[in-house]
């Protein structure tokens, strides 16, 4: 299939990862901004083919983990209400807020319902004009464009009963607000592609300059990645901090401009809290005064919730790229994906889902599926990059 088999290849991922080991001569530590990145990288073992001298930090670019507590908790208090249809993107019913999740509000007789896209939460309202329908709008800028979309439809079709949650954060505030930790490590990035897609890359050649680190935007399939890494690499090599775009079959310097144009109609820019993170400025979008009659925090009043986070869980270090997952002490034992203390656990794009999935168990040991009788992931997974690997 045309942009899957083709990045897949095992002697094309044999050359590029020869290209990074003859490249690299010193230690480096490239973060990972995308959690469909991470998943793609554990999964196919591509950090265990690169160099030792070579890490591979995860970043917190999970929407559904760095979803905050309260905003999982407002969602859990307006879900419960009675007249209330509380849509979302299924990965959401799992997360964890302060005591309960979607999926209890749920079982206990909320009216949850699982949708596909916004749209299918606007058409639900316009369904049942005597209920109000919430549609939980969370994402980086990839889901932003739908999300507008929708609420632009609402106002268009006089839909009065629909209302969005909205808690989507932006990348390049976060990147900075990474760079600027006193503990950071990150030498370079790999930027998401979906992102970029939607935002060009405009807003990254000054965060390469201020804090003189490469910015490779990247994909998600395994040579994507590698390509990725070696073009990271090299600029490293080279004392080279320049945005470079690896993933030009989707990503334009300019972006989508009619994307750009409904998220602007619509949001406006706002600080927004990221969950075990905290609150990083301008990092993130609220609907703007001309749509807040759709904004359902407004509309359901829910300002002041009590939160509180598991004592137990360390998800907030996973997505600051401080901890492998496996260095939780919770993990795998206390926090599974059945009985999650965090939303890194829960999500499909969570660094601790990964690491579980794909039985990173422990560090230094990647194959402890065997040893815990556990089925190994599908051979299909990994079959191109252990093909590809120089260690045979």
Not at 179 to 195: E, I, K, S, T, Y
Not at 231 to 249: D, K, S
Request: include cysteine; aromatic fraction near 6%.
């Amino acid at each position: 299939m045309k942009y899957i088999d083709e990045f897949h290849d095992p002697a094309l991922a044999r050359r590029l990862l020869d290209d990074i080991h003859a490249t690299v001569t010193r230690p480096w530590a490239l973060m990972e901004v995308c959690g469909g990145q991470t998943h793609s990288i554990i999964r196919h073992g591509i950090d265990q083919l690169l160099p030792d001298s070579l890490e591979l930090i995860h970043g917190p670019g999970c929407p559904v983990c760095v979803t905050p507590l309260e905003m999982i908790d407002k969602a859990l208090e307006i879900a419960a209400r009675p007249g209330v249809v509380f849509c979302s993107f299924g990965d959401m019913l799992r997360v964890p807020g302060t005591g309960r999740d979607l999926f209890q509000v749920k079982s206990a007789g909320g009216d949850v319902r699982v949708v596909y896209s916004p749209l299918d939460a606007l058409d639900v309202a316009r369904r049942n004009p005597d209920r109000q329908v919430v549609f939980f709008g969370i994402g980086f800028e990839t889901t932003a464009p739908a999300n507008a979309m929708t609420v632009h439809e609402a106002r268009r079709l006089g839909i009065a009963n629909f209302s969005l949650l909205v808690s989507h954060v932006r990348v390049p505030p976060a990147v900075e607000a990474i760079m600027r930790a006193p503990q950071c490590r990150v030498q370079g990035f790999l930027a998401a592609g979906h992102v970029c897609s939607v935002m060009g890359t405009e807003e990254y050649p000054a965060l390469a300059e201020r804090y003189r680190v490469p910015i490779v935007v990247t994909g998600f399939e395994p040579l994507d990645i590698l390509e990725g890494v070696r073009r990271a690499v090299r600029q490293l090599e080279g004392g080279e901090h320049r945005v470079e775009n690896a993933y030009p079959r989707a990503v334009r310097e300019a972006g989508n401009a009619p994307a750009l144009a409904r998220i602007e109609e619509v949001f406006e820019v706002t600080d927004r809290s990221w969950r075990g993170i905290g609150t990083i400025p301008e990092s993130g979008w609220r609907l703007s005064d001309a749509f807040r009659a759709y904004d359902a925090e407004h509309r359901f009043e829910v300002e002041d919730v009590r939160t509180a986070e598991p004592a137990a869980c360390r998800s907030g270090e996973v997505l600051q790229g401080l901890i492998k997952p496996h260095a939780c002490e919770a993990f795998g034992t206390l926090c599974t994906p059945r009985t999650p203390l965090g939303a890194t656990m829960v999500s499909s794009e969570g660094a601790c889902a990964a690491y579980y999935l794909y039985r990173r168990l422990t560090p230094g040991a990647p194959a402890a599926r065997e040893a815990a009788g556990r089925a190994p992931a599908p051979a299909a997974a990994t079959d191109a990059v252990k093909e590809a690997s120089p260690l045979g």
